[in-house]
């Protein structure tokens, strides 16, 4: 553990964060660095392949179409890449409205033939196809720094876990369903935190990891501070049995740190305020690194609270005579207990104590909010977002009226 030096410091809940802090956490950034204790990923520059505008279009249209030829792991043979396809665009093509389609005609549908957008990226079809390949058929998405977690309702619910997509159009799914990749999308919001500069365009980056069976109990997030690992918690806050055991925890704490001082400290370059999540080995001995995340509020404190965190990062610089323990019991504190200790040992390790604990993730599916019920998507099959609207509007009101 690294000693502290004396001087006195008064710390903010949250670190000023240059704008090269931020993209230090960008997978694009970190993954090389660490390519050998994280797991397989690939980067597709949008601008590089030539298809950023008309992805961010499409991204960003009131519709709900996903870029042709995207279904399926493999493109499909009757599919031959035309000379107007191989450049990314947007056009319409006729179709007709729905309830013409339902056969419910009445005088309105005279004029309702209404035109489809068709969008087209087939280099990215063909980039993502790759990636597919090469991890053996299945991938996990994200943006530069964030994935679409908040969407994993709209593919169907496989063993294999949330976000597990076999295709283009799985990925597009997700990214076109979820709200927060555009965090990733707005400088203002990608860099937030920053004094200033953060309306630079950024590239957009679409990133590809092999898809892993990840077990959550195996999974911590920790936080660095000042350039000290102050604090260590189960990444996923349910009520773990193993964790109750107190060697377990010294355990986790003695891995985490020996590999945090290995193998990150001298090595990312996202100067010292930074929290990072691993993957835990199965005999808890060894990690490996699943993502880097700026240390600001956007970033799930989980089972502490910035402003416990603080409190071990001010306690740390703390003189001695001077050192209260000052976190709350937002959760069970590790080093609470140690009231002989004189200063408390670092990390501080947080995990829920008990199945009745606030914090404790019921069984209550993740980012619920965010759902939209099953009805609903079935109805939006081939629908744009006006039309899909139109469509769900009515549906209701006959079903009010049933
Ligand atoms: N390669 C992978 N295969 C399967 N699941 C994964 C993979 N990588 C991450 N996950 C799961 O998805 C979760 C979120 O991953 P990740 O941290 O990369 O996304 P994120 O959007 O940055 O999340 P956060 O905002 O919480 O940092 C992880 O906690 C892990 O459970
Ligand atoms: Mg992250």
Known sequence: MPIPPP??????????????????????EWIDTFEDISFESTIIDLAALGE??????????????????????????????????????????????????????????????????????????????SALDKYGGAVFPKLNWTSPKDAAFILPQTAAGPLHCTSPADVYLLLKSSDFIHHDLDPARAYAGIGSD????????????????LIPSREVRCFVRNNLLIGVSQRDTVFYDHLQNEDTRIQICDTVRSFWE?????????????????????????????????????????????????NIVQEAFEPLSTTVPQTSSKAHTESAD????????????????????????????????????????????????????EAWDEALAAGMTD
Do not use: C
Request: aromatic share 8%; glycine share 2%; proline share 6%.
């Open 262 to 310: 290995d193998e990150i400290r001298e090595n990312f370059a996202g100067g010292e305020d930074y929290i990072f999540d691993l993957y835990l080995s199965p005999n808890l001995s060894s990690a490996r690194i699943i993502d880097f995340n700026p240390y600001r509020d956007s970033t799930d404190p989980l089972t502490f609270t910035y402003e416990d965190l603080r």
């Open 338 to 389: 140690e009231s002989t200790a004189k200063r408390t040992r670092l990390p501080v390790f947080r995990y829920i104590d008990s199945k009745a604990h606030p914090d404790v993730n019921r069984n209550a599916p993740a980012y619920q909010s965010n759902m939209m019920p099953l009805e609903m998507l079935e109805m939006s099959q081939g629908l744009n977002m006006a039309e899909f609207k």
């Open 52 to 129: 950023e505008e008309a992805f961010l279009q499409w991204l960003e249209e009131d519709s709900i179409f996903l870029p042709e030829g995207s279904e399926g792991r493999h493109a499909s043979a009757s599919v031959t890449i035309t000379e107007e396809q191989s450049v990314p665009s947007t056009r319409r093509r006729t179709r007709s409205s729905p309830s013409s389609r339902n056969g419910s005609h009445t005088s309105d549908d005279v004029d309702t033939e209404s035109e489809a957008p068709v969008y087209n990226l087939p280099k990215l079809n063909e980039a993502i196809r």
């Open 7 to 28: 001087a006195q410091q008064n710390f903010n809940i949250f670190p000023i964060l240059t704008r090269e802090q931020i993209d230090a956490a960008r997978t694009s």
């Open 198 to 213: 953060h309306d630079r365009r950024h590239r957009v980056e679409i990133v590809l990891k092999r898809f892993e069976d």
